[in-house]
């Protein structure tokens, strides 16, 4: 697929690809409302503290993890146009109640709530593996997630715009984040109406069971119960930080870990509810795909998107006082490290299009990571800071640009279950960034840029032993399924 064709808005599925990334793009500019606008938050608040904003930063992603899972699920038995639909007309209350909530309990639970959004990215995953064929579909899955993820970067430069220069007065931020909740209302109703699940003529392919992810063996089965475990851990993880952060007594805690042990056991007991009949009757409705495919995607994930996140959180305060930089100097120079997201991701998954192997291009990229991640572990203030914005930069492409070629093989695993696959892989991508988030507070940020590069090394050795280049992936049509 040639980045021109991008502009042939006659073809209804250059349509589908801009109405879809610009739906995710809401989602991400509703999710992250609050950062632009969390100064101005404690300062119109008069209970609002630093703790308070440091405990919904952390529940902001809460639910993150569990809802990808079962939006993955969801979409992949009722469809991505229904399910994308409806996640951001439900997204848009608890958004207005964030807007307008005066007390801790409101704000607390609102936020919890809407960190279900972030589980926007895997819908359109599916809709677009839908509407490309496998020679275009990496360029189409990395230039929705690359501009769609520009929801972000949207929200902080605008947000602040409206809440001061246009609304202004104390409660400005609140109109400005319910400014967020209605835009998602409405795309959430004119998105229902301007696309279908398919091309026509084409049927979509709909999961049989949706209670757990099926499996093809034994083994298999025994490996998704692996993989599951931290998708429901990385919950006590954020519970713990509350804990130190002092809003949750140690007694609460303990009651967090039972509540999870209970839900991870009830998940465990729904994966073999689903999958023992069919292994014993020998079914064959999942054939065709080995979990260790979905676990070495699994590993990108947690690699690029985990270190990302992470890395976005902290790089402005690292060149501000490695470099001794102004606060806007430092920031400016940081978001060069998202912004290269816009091209550096679709180019991932068109540099998987157009090379006869998607598992080497997923190799070059994690082995890519972990060599900028390590130079920029030698990164100081004898550096010239232009070798050192080059570095950051360079690690920054490789780094989406892996994101990008990850999402380009998730549809090749298994079509029918690529909702769960990305929901899956996905999820890791969060559970990555909060492992990284909580080891940055026990090291310095020459010991963390050497944690995320060993991170991404493991995962191209595992992906180098695991990952199955993908069968027909570069042909006009799908391989046809039962």
Same mark, same amino acid.
């Given at each position: &697929?040639?980045?021109?064709?991008?502009?042939?808005?006659?073809?209804?599925?250059?349509?589908?690809?801009?109405?879809?990334?610009?739906?995710?793009?809401?989602?991400?500019?509703?999710?992250?409302?609050?950062?632009?606008?969390?100064?101005? &938050?404690?300062?119109?608040?008069?209970?609002?503290?630093?703790?308070?904003?440091?405990?919904?930063?952390?529940?902001?992603?809460?639910?993150?993890?569990?809802?990808?899972?079962?939006? %993955?699920?969801?979409?992949?038995?009722?469809?991505?146009?229904?399910?994308?639909?409806?996640?951001?007309?439900?997204?848009?209350?608890?958004?207005?109640?964030?807007?307008?909530?005066?007390?801790? &309990?409101?704000?607390?639970?609102?936020?919890?709530?809407?960190? #279900?959004?972030?589980?926007?990215?895997?819908?359109?995953?599916?809709?677009?593996?839908?509407?490309?064929?496998?020679?275009?579909?990496?360029?189409?899955?990395?230039?929705?997630?690359?501009?769609?993820?520009?929801?972000?970067?949207?929200?902080?430069?605008?947000?602040?715009?409206?809440?001061?220069?246009?609304?202004?007065?104390?409660? #400005?931020?609140?109109?400005?984040?319910?400014?967020?909740?209605?835009?998602?209302?409405?795309?959430?109703?004119?998105?229902?109406?301007?696309?279908?699940?398919?091309?026509?003529?084409?049927?979509?392919?709909?999961?049989?069971?949706?209670?757990?992810?099926?499996?093809?063996?034994?083994?298999?089965?025994?490996?998704?119960?692996?993989?599951?475990?931290?998708?429901?851990?990385?919950?006590?993880?954020?519970?713990?930080?509350?804990?130190?952060?002092?809003?949750?007594?140690?007694?609460?805690?303990?009651?967090?870990?039972?509540?999870?042990?209970?839900?991870?056991?009830?998940?465990?007991?729904?994966?073999?509810?689903?999958?023992?009949?069919?292994?014993?009757?020998?079914?064959?409705?999942?054939?065709?795909?080995?979990?260790?495919?979905?676990?070495?995607?699994?590993?990108?994930?947690?690699?690029?998107?985990?270190?990302?996140?992470?890395?976005?959180?902290?790089?402005?305060?690292?060149?501000?006082?490695?470099?001794?930089?102004?606060?806007?100097?430092? #920031?400016?120079?940081?978001?060069?490290?998202?912004?290269?997201?816009?091209?550096?991701?679709?180019? %991932?998954?068109?540099?998987?299009?157009?090379?006869?192997?998607?598992?080497?291009? &997923?190799?070059?990229?994690?082995?890519?990571?972990?060599?900028?991640?390590?130079?920029?572990?030698?990164?100081?203030?004898?550096?010239?800071?232009?070798?050192?914005?080059?570095?950051?930069?360079?690690?920054?492409?490789?780094?989406?640009?892996?994101?990008?070629?990850?999402?380009?093989?998730?549809?090749?695993?298994?079509?029918?279950?690529? %909702?769960?696959?990305?929901?899956?892989?996905?999820?890791?991508?969060?559970?990555?960034?909060?492992?990284?988030?909580?080891?940055?507070?026990?090291?310095?940020?020459?010991?963390?840029?050497?944690?995320?590069?060993?991170?991404?090394?493991?995962?191209?050795?595992?992906?180098?032993?695991?990952?199955?280049?993908?069968?027909?992936?570069? #042909?006009?049509?799908?391989?046809?399924?039962?």
């Amino acid at each position: &697929m040639k980045p021109s064709e991008l502009m042939k808005f006659q073809n209804k599925q250059i349509r589908v690809l801009h109405f879809t990334w610009i739906a995710f793009f809401i989602s991400f500019f509703t999710w992250f409302n609050m950062a632009p606008l969390a100064t101005t &938050m404690v300062q119109s608040v008069g209970w609002l503290t630093d703790d308070h904003l440091a405990a919904l930063a952390i529940i902001n992603v809460a639910l993150t993890v569990p809802a990808r899972i079962v939006v %993955g699920m969801l979409l992949d038995k009722y469809g991505p146009r229904i399910v994308f639909s409806a996640l951001l007309i439900i997204m848009a209350f608890p958004t207005f109640v964030f807007a307008f909530g005066n007390s801790w &309990m409101q704000l607390f639970v609102s936020r919890l709530v809407l960190s #279900g959004i972030g589980a926007s990215f895997v819908i359109g995953i599916r809709i677009i593996s839908e509407w490309f064929p496998p020679k275009k579909v990496g360029f189409a899955e990395g230039f929705y997630a690359g501009f769609g993820n520009f929801g972000s970067a949207a929200a902080a430069v605008l947000l602040p715009w409206i809440a001061i220069q246009i609304i202004g007065g104390d409660n #400005g931020w609140r109109y400005a984040i319910a400014y967020t909740g209605v835009i998602c209302l409405i795309y959430g109703i004119i998105y229902f109406f301007i696309v279908t699940d398919t091309p026509e003529g084409k049927k979509f392919l709909r999961s049989e069971k949706i209670a757990a992810m099926q499996v093809s063996s034994w083994g298999d089965l025994i490996q998704l119960i692996i993989w599951t475990i931290p998708l429901v851990g990385v919950l006590g993880l954020l519970a713990w930080r509350l804990k130190n952060l002092n809003f949750i007594p140690q007694n609460t805690l303990y009651v967090i870990y039972v509540i999870l042990l209970i839900v991870l056991t009830y998940q465990i007991i729904q994966i073999l509810r689903v999958n023992i009949p069919l292994l014993k009757s020998k079914e064959t409705t999942s054939g065709g795909y080995r979990f260790k495919n979905v676990a070495a995607l699994n590993t990108t994930y947690f690699a690029n998107f985990g270190a990302e996140l992470a890395i976005v959180s902290m790089l402005p305060t690292f060149f501000l006082t490695t470099f001794s930089l102004t606060p806007t100097t430092a #920031g400016l120079i940081a978001s060069s490290f998202a912004f290269v997201n816009l091209f550096a991701r679709p180019l %991932g998954g068109w540099i998987s299009d157009h090379v006869r192997s998607r598992k080497l291009i &997923m190799l070059a990229y994690m082995f890519g990571i972990s060599i900028g991640l390590l130079g920029m572990a030698f990164i100081n203030s004898s550096w010239p800071i232009v070798l050192a914005v080059t570095i950051t930069v360079l690690t920054s492409m490789f780094i989406q640009g892996a994101e990008g070629a990850t999402f380009a093989v998730i549809p090749f695993i298994k079509r029918k279950m690529t %909702g769960q696959i990305s929901g899956m892989a996905g999820a890791y991508g969060n559970v990555g960034a909060v492992v990284y988030l909580t080891l940055l507070t026990f090291v310095t940020p020459r010991q963390f840029f050497i944690i995320l590069s060993v991170g991404a090394l493991l995962s191209f050795i595992y992906c180098m032993f695991a990952l199955e280049e993908p069968k027909d992936s570069h #042909g006009d049509e799908y391989t046809a399924e039962t």
